[in-house]
C-alpha cells in the first residue's frame, strides 16, 4: 500500500491557472458553494469514494471521470469537459475504503491530502503465536518512526521518518491482531505491519487493509461508485438531489487547512497570477507569528500551507503563508496553486 498522490491529468502552474472564462475576460470568481449550477458542481467537486477491493486506484479515477464527462455531455453539451480527476493516495488493488477525489480544476488542489492525518484499519498476521507483551511492543511504534519505500513503490527508495500517531490493537486472538493506526500522510502500513512482526519475535505481514480517513474526510461520508452513478442518471433527468450528496464543493476539501479571506478584487489579481498582497486580505486564520521568516518556526521547513477564499465561500488559491496579514503592504500568501 503506498500512499502518493495520484492524478490522470496536470493540474497546472499558479502563474497559468486561470480557467477560459477568466482568459476571454469574464469574472473567474464562482458562484458561492451552495449555489453552483450541476455542471459547476462536476467541474469543481469532490467525491469521498469508497473504494472496492478490485480496480486500481487510477482505474477508479478513470471511471469517475468517464461518468462525469458522460453527464457533462447531457447537461451542458456546449460546455468542457473535465480533464481528470486526481485522489488522495494510491490505494493498492486490494485495499479498501477512504478515497477522495478531486474533480476538474479541484485537481490543482490534490496536494492538500499531504497535510493531513491518514488513519487505517488492518488485519495483522503474525508467523506465530502473539507474545504476552504484544501490545506493549506495538505501543513503542506511536512515535516517529524509520521507514524505506518498499522495492515496488514509485518513489525513491531512501530513508525517512514518518509519524504514527496512534496505533491501537482493537483485538486480538493467537495469531492475528486487528489494529487501528493513526499516522502521517505517506507511511508505508505494509512496512509498519512487517516492522512490528520483527520487534514482537514472530514476524507478521499486512493482511485486510481499509483506510477509514484521509483529512479532511472519513468513513461516515462514503459514496460507492454504484451511488455517483446513479446520482448521475438521475440528475440527468432532473433530480438533482443525491448527486449534492455525492458529489460536494470542493472547498469542503480544505477545511482542515488554515484560511485567509481576501477582497474579489485582491481573488481577480490572483486568477492571472499575483501573488495575495496585504492590502486585499480581509480576514486571516493566522497572524505574523506564523510567517516563514519569525522564530518560532525554527522548527518547520515551510511555512504553512492555507487556503484563500472571497468573502462568498469560493476558494480563490493554495498558497504558503508568508507574510503578515495586518501589514500596509508586502506578500501574505505566495501562491501555490490558482483554483479559479
Known amino acids: 500500500m503506498t500512499d502518493d498522490i495520484d492524478t490522470d491529468t496536470d493540474p497546472g502552474s499558479a502563474a497559468a491557472a486561470s480557467d477560459d472564462s477568466a482568459a476571454a475576460g469574464d469574472d473567474p470568481i464562482r458562484a458561492p458553494p451552495g449555489e453552483r449550477s450541476v455542471p459547476e458542481l462536476l467541474r469543481f467537486g469532490v467525491v469521498n469514494v469508497d473504494k472496492p477491493a478490485g480496480p486500481s486506484s487510477h482505474q477508479l479515477s478513470a471511471w469517475v471521470r468517464d461518468a462525469i464527462n458522460g453527464t457533462l455531455a447531457v447537461l451542458d453539451p456546449d460546455g468542457p469537459r473535465i480533464d481528470g480527476v486526481a485522489h488522495a493516495g ?7 475504503g477512504c478515497l477522495p477525489t478531486l474533480t476538474g480544476i479541484a485537481t490543482r488542489m490534490a496536494q492538500v491530502f499531504l497535510e493531513g492525518r491518514k488513519e487505517y484499519v488492518s488485519v495483522l ?3 506465530g503465536p ?8 506495538a505501543a513503542e511504534f506511536e512515535a516517529e518512526i524509520y521507514q524505506k519505500p518498499p522495492r515496488k513503490s514509485a518513489v525513491t527508495r531512501r530513508l525517512r521518518t ?9 483485538e486480538l486472538e493467537e495469531r492475528r491482531a486487528l489494529l487501528r493506526i493513526g499516522c502521517e500522510s505517506g507511511t508505508y502500513v505494509r512496512k509498519l505491519c512487517h516492522d512490528l512482526g520483527l520487534a514482537a ?3 507478521a505481514h499486512m493482511g485486510h487493509l481499509r483506510r477509514t480517513a484521509t483529512d479532511p474526510f472519513d468513513d461516515t461520508d462514503l459514496h460507492t461508485l454504484e451511488d455517483l452513478t446513479d446520482a448521475l442518471a438521475w440528475a440527468e ?8 450528496e455525492v458529489v460536494r464543493p470542493a472547498e469542503e476539501a480544505l477545511v482542515h487547512l488554515p484560511s485567509v479571506t481576501v477582497a474579489p478584487s485582491a481573488a481577480r489579481n490572483v486568477a492571472t497570477g499575483a501573488p495575495v498582497y496585504a492590502p486585499g486580505v480581509i480576514d ?22 492555507v487556503a484563500c477564499y472571497v468573502p462568498n465561500g469560493t476558494a480563490v488559491c493554495l498558497g504558503r503563508f508568508v507574510g503578515d496579514p495586518a ?3 508586502g506578500t501574505v500568501v505566495a501562491l501555490e496553486r490558482v483554483l479559479l
Open 201 to 203: 519475535g514472530v514476524g
Open 237 to 244: 433527468d432532473g433530480d438533482d438531489e443525491l448527486l449534492r
Open 327 to 329: 501589514a500596509e503592504s
Open 162 to 170: 514518518r509519524t504514527i500517531h496512534d496505533l491501537d490493537v482493537l
Open 130 to 137: 502473539a507474545p504476552a507483551d504484544f501490545r506493549d511492543v
Open 90 to 96: 494510491t490505494l493498492d488493488p486490494k485495499v479498501t
Open 284 to 305: 486571516s486564520d493566522l497572524d505574523a507569528a506564523d510567517a516563514a521568516d519569525t522564530p518560532n518556526r525554527e522548527d518547520q521547513t515551510e511555512p504553512p500551507l
Open 125 to 127: 498476521e503474525l508467523h
